[in-house]
């Protein structure tokens, strides 16, 4: 995918580029493509936002970057994913366990089923540091109490002996935060970092997020399906559908000049302070296709409202329609040509 142009690729430095990424699964005959041929990057200090309904392989696309997932037969990756100029895909077990945590971190979505509720979060948090810094036994208790007060724990010499069921659900998220951010990763990907939490927690989680990213320079892959979250916190959006990516732009973009109809029908099922209480939201008809049948065509076509008969037997390409904003639409592709 042409993400950026030449003059802008000279100028930002990328960071990640994954090139047609698939993950399909394999259950008894059947082949579920949760994630069926993406491109993207993502570039240096940059926070790149992956919005979507729940199923449209947005975890799936994160956990086969750090290849988390299980191996074949169950499962099967392919692609390219780049990572500081080697292909993560092509990487032994060894190697990628120097990555994972110290290069590249996650926050997965459950704070409280991703923390060990029989050690305390210091013992948690020491544990990765050892791991990837090899410090010893007193510099590791500084640098914990330094995460700690880097995301605004209160009190961090007594939390540090706390176990995970002591702590609220925003506090937990801010241990994970510390946990991922320990080794000063290149690239930390959040996955759906605020869904549990309620709304003013969210806020807290969003602003820490983005002073974190500033101050340690690091690259955010933001996974929500919140797009008022990805508002907040994103500088470019991708917009995924039934494992493909139908939309990518500068955030602005997306909220001011959406280009999918997906991606339309997305924010006007938002709710806004400026339309009457009276007026119903918009309802996208139907639900996500089945990961397990093959829909020919434009995978949205079934619920657009502006599906034609081109949208049912032919997949549409990504085309350019403005500055960094590629949308993939037969309605777009006939208006660009």
Known sequence: METETKTENQKKEILLTVNNLKTHFYLDNQVIKAVNGIDF???KNEILGLVGESGAGKSVCALSILRLLPTMPSCEISGKVFFKGENLLELNEKKMQKIRGAEISMIFQEPASSLNPLLTIGYQIAESIKLH?????????????????????????KRIKEYPHEMSEGMKQRVMIALALSSNPSLLIADEPTTALDVTTQKQVIYLIKELQKKLATSVLFIAHNLGVIAEVADKVMVMYGGKIMEYAPVKEIFHNPGHPY???????????DIPRKVRL??????????????????FHPRCSYSSDICKNKEP?????????????????????
């Open 41 to 43: 990057i993502i570039q």
């Open 133 to 157: 810094q090899k410090l010893d036994k007193r510099k590791t208790r500084e640098k914990v109490l330094e995460m700690l007060k880097l995301v605004k724990i209160p009190d961090p010499l």
């Open 263 to 273: 991606t339309s029908s997305l924010l006007e099922s938002i709710p806004r302070l």
């Open 282 to 299: 918009k309802v996208i008809p139907g639900s996500l296709p089945n990961s397990t049948t093959t829909i020919q065509g434009c995978l």
């Open 317 to 337: 390409e990504m085309v350019k329609i403005g500055d960094n904003h590629l949308v993939s639409c037969w309605k777009k592709i006939v208006k660009a040509k």
